[in-house]
Each structure stands twice: as C-alpha cells, then as structure tokens.
C-alpha cells in the first residue's frame, strides 16, 4: 500500500564529505593564523630636540706690566728777585766766614718827593731837605757779598764829618769792621748812623751799598 506523504531525498555522501573537508580547512587556516601571529610595525615617535644656546663669559684677567717707578721731579726754585730797598745800617758781623750787615728798611725822598712825602705822612723834612718814612723798627739781617759794591760819602776822605759829598769805594771787609766797631773808615769821620744807604738785594744777599748823597 502507497502512503500518500511525499518522500524525503537523501542527501549525496560527498557533500558531506566536501563540507567537511572545507571545516577542516578553515579551522587550520585560523589555528595557523593564531599560532603566527602577523609583526605589529611599530613607528618610532620622533621627540623634537630644541636646540639650547648657552653663552659661556670667559673673564680673562691680564696682569699689565710692571712699571718700575718715576722718580718724581724736583721742581726747580724760582730765582731770587733783585729789588732796591732804601735802609739805614745799624751793625755788621762775620760768621762762618761769612759777612753780614744788620740793616732798617726806610721809606726815602728826595727833591719834590720829600715834600710832597711830608705833607701826605707828616713829620719833618731833614736838613739836607730829605725825608724819611720809618713804621717799621723791625732790624733785619742780610748776607753781604765778599764782591759787593759799596760807595760811601766821607770813605775816604780826611776833614771835618760833613765837609765833603766825595764818593769813596769800601771794601766789603772793611766796611763790616766798621759797622762791627773794630776798625774805622780810611778817613776817621765815616759812620753809620743815620745815613741812607740804597741796597741791591738778591734773596737776602747784598752785592752793592751806595749811600745817598745829593750830588749824586
């Protein structure tokens, strides 16, 4: 008897077979993938580098030269001045051998000078018509030249004191004795007292004498 449900095909063997040779594979494929697995291909990251300029100061430190020491220059002295002082003669030594004459600076006129002289200052004109001017009796101390000229009125002449204007040449030797008070003038009437004489002073050194005389 013939059922009336339709009949089931059967399904060929070597689809079976293909099939599962193709699972077969593939399970191969992923058990090789896995056993090797594929390089990762790492790319190196590259950290710019800044570049840092340092400025290094080198201090050099140069010994200069010694330079031996200057002497220091002497500054050359001013040169004595020469002046004209008008003075009364008080006294006179030696030292040392040397010759010294103490002296009174004076303030002197003659001619119109002296009048004029008087009447600005007072006192009274000399009687030979001079005038002297003395605010000072301070005495000063001078070296006299062993050359000096000296002229003197009465030197050398003899007679009375005041009988003569003559000019006489002193030795500087003799006059300082004179003035010493250990020898006399040539003429015997010479003296210092109260006679202008007109100096030439170099520094505190005298190298002439010449006393007044209005003749002259």
Same mark, same amino acid.
């Given at each position: 008897?013939?059922?009336?449900?339709? !009949?089931?095909?059967?399904?060929? =063997?070597?689809?079976? $077979?293909?099939?599962f040779v193709l699972v077969a594979l593939a399970a191969g494929l992923?058990?090789?993938?896995i056993g090797h697995p594929s390089p990762i291909a790492v790319v190196p990251s590259t950290t710019p580098t800044s570049t840092v300029t340092t400025t290094v100061t080198v201090t050099t =430190?140069? *010994?200069?030269?010694?330079t031996p020491p200057v002497e220091p220059t002497a500054t050359p002295k001013p040169k004595p001045k020469t002046v004209l002082q008008w003075a009364f003669v008080t006294g006179g030594?030696?030292?040392?051998?040397?010759?010294?004459?103490?002296?009174?600076y004076i303030g002197f006129y003659a001619g119109a000078g002296a009048t004029t002289a008087q009447t600005k200052y007072g006192g009274s004109l000399r009687p030979d018509? @001079?005038?002297?001017?003395? =605010?000072?009796?301070? $005495?000063?101390?001078?070296?006299?030249?062993?050359?000096? !000229? $000296?002229? %003197?009125?009465?030197? %050398?002449? =003899?007679? *009375?004191?005041?009988?003569s204007w003559k000019y006489g *040449?002193?030795?500087?030797?003799?006059?300082?004795?004179?003035?010493?008070? @250990?020898?006399?003038?040539?003429?015997?009437?010479?003296?210092?007292a109260d006679k202008p004489v007109l100096l030439t002073i170099t520094g505190t050194t005298v190298t002439a004498v010449k006393q007044y005389s209005p003749g002259a």
């Amino acid at each position: 008897m013939m059922s009336d449900s339709p !009949q089931r095909r059967r399904v060929p =063997t070597w689809v079976f $077979i293909v099939a599962f040779v193709l699972v077969a594979l593939a399970a191969g494929l992923v058990g090789w993938f896995i056993g090797h697995p594929s390089p990762i291909a790492v790319v190196p990251s590259t950290t710019p580098t800044s570049t840092v300029t340092t400025t290094v100061t080198v201090t050099t =430190t140069v *010994t200069p030269p010694v330079t031996p020491p200057v002497e220091p220059t002497a500054t050359p002295k001013p040169k004595p001045k020469t002046v004209l002082q008008w003075a009364f003669v008080t006294g006179g030594f030696t030292s040392g051998g040397r010759m010294f004459i103490k002296v009174d600076y004076i303030g002197f006129y003659a001619g119109a000078g002296a009048t004029t002289a008087q009447t600005k200052y007072g006192g009274s004109l000399r009687p030979d018509g @001079t005038y002297v001017l003395n =605010t000072s009796s301070k $005495i000063r101390t001078l070296n006299l030249k062993s050359n000096a !000229q $000296i002229q %003197l009125v009465e030197w %050398l002449e =003899t007679g *009375t004191a005041g009988s003569s204007w003559k000019y006489g *040449t002193a030795a500087p030797n003799a006059f300082v004795a004179v003035l010493a008070g @250990t020898a006399t003038s040539p003429s015997g009437v010479w003296s210092p007292a109260d006679k202008p004489v007109l100096l030439t002073i170099t520094g505190t050194t005298v190298t002439a004498v010449k006393q007044y005389s209005p003749g002259a």
